[in-house]
């Protein structure tokens, strides 16, 4: 068994938002707080934004910072976890490119992740099925095969995502399979870890939409303000058909108690709304009628801040020193590269390009010449 190494990264394309904490984040500093692993890496993933945000260098760089202190907010520690820079690794480039080889183009077409996320940019050309459009970019189209080398050039093992990510996690042991096959052993086959609850695997957005995301703007970030977040827990999608007080109310597709299953512990009840003992009996009275949603939202606004609470106020901490925070980066991308550019010798040396430090191999073919 190899030793456990703990790895994920986020585009900076916004602020991380609260699909991201309960889909990756929080599991994230609980691994990281549990320890007994060899090496833990969270990276900005600057290069991949930039396949489908090419023409908008300018926002990938303003959110470099904002993912940063999300991450610092969130608790991960920077003497515990090496944070880093995707970009300036210039390693992981090159193994995407060898990579490059061992993946179809049609299985590259049955991603279905890939599928929705072309559509959702419109990379998609018009009709139903016809999902790849002539303006699709190579990169874009090609991402999952650089994520699997994100992954594999740190030899990660334990990989904590949300459920957007499995295709690209099963598309990974596919390439690393490959690879060893070939080459020989090498790299190794990362396992995905996703949250418990289905709730959180993948949160809708605050418009009921299927999912919470930075590029379609119904989120609720990690250091908004308890302003800013009670606008949008009140205007929340629940149930069309929840219409007078009496009326029983429907949970599917509702996302207030989506995200209560996601957020909602016991205790929470006892400290905000002691008439409930626990989540089960409020979804009864709800779907029984007889429960406003606005009581519901209150609780799920106290139950958030709760949470949020002690993650904005250490956000604000670390805003007051930015220098810093890209100092940090920069300790833990040097740091990151170390391990990469071992695993890169490692790589050349199976793939049999390593030409200048194999000595056998010159030894080899100056006796060859010499007969
Ligand atoms: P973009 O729209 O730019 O793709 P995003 O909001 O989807 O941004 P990513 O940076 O792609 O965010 O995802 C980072 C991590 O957060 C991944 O592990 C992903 O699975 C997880 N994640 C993102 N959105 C959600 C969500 N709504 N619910 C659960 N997990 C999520
Ligand atoms: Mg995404």
């Excluded at 929705?116 to 009709?127: H, P, Q």
């Excluded at 029984?288 to 604000?316: H, M, Q, T, W, Y």
């Amino acid at each position: 068994m190899a030793e456990k190494v703990i790895l994920t990264g986020d585009r900076p394309t916004g602020r991380l938002h609260i699909g991201h904490y309960v889909g990756s984040l929080r599991r994230r500093v609980q691994l990281q707080n549990e320890g007994g692993y060899k090496d833990m890496f969270v990276f900005i993933a600057d290069a991949q934004a930039l396949t489908d945000n090419f023409d908008n260098p300018e926002k990938v760089r303003q959110n470099i910072i904002e993912v940063a202190l999300d991450y610092l907010a969130c608790g991960l520690d920077p003497s515990k976890v090496t944070i880093f820079v995707q970009s300036a690794i210039p390693e992981l480039a090159e193994l995407s490119f060898y990579f490059m080889n061992l993946v179809t183009v049609a299985r590259l077409q049955r991603n279905p992740t890939v599928k929705t996320e072309i559509k959702m940019r419109g990379f998609g050309a018009e009709g139903e099925d016809a999902v790849f459009g002539s303006g699709l970019p190579v990169g874009f189209f090609t991402y999952p095969i650089s994520q699997a080398a994100d992954i594999t050039l740190f030899k990660a093992t334990t990989v904590p995502v949300g459920a957007d990510q499995k295709p690209m996690l099963e598309q990974t042991v596919e390439i690393v399979r490959k690879f060893n096959s070939i080459y020989g052993d090498t790299l190794v086959e990362p396992e995905i870890v996703l949250p418990e609850n289905a709730a959180s695997q993948r949160l809708p957005g605050t418009d009921g939409k299927a999912k919470m995301s930075k590029s379609l703007g119904n989120c609720i970030y990690l250091g908004e303000s308890a302003e800013e977040m009670h606008k949008k827990v009140m205007s929340m999608y629940t149930d069309p058909l929840h219409v007078n007080l009496s009326d029983p109310g429907h949970l599917e597709g509702n996302a207030v108690f989506t995200y209560l299953d996601a957020f909602c512990k016991d205790g929470h009840f006892a400290e905000f709304w002691p008439d409930y003992a626990n989540l089960d009996e409020l979804k009864d009275h709800y779907t029984r009628g007889g429960l406003g949603d606005v009581k519901c939202k209150k609780f799920l606004e106290k139950v958030l801040n709760s949470e949020l609470e002690p993650i904005r106020a250490r956000r604000k901490e670390f805003e007051k020193d930015i220098p810093s925070v890209f100092a940090m980066l920069q300790e833990g991308t040097a740091k990151a590269r170390e391990t990469a550019a071992r695993t890169m010798d490692e790589v050349r040396s199976a793939m049999r390009i390593n030409y200048f430090s194999d000595k056998a191999l010159i030894e080899e073919q100056a006796r060859k010449y010499s007969l």
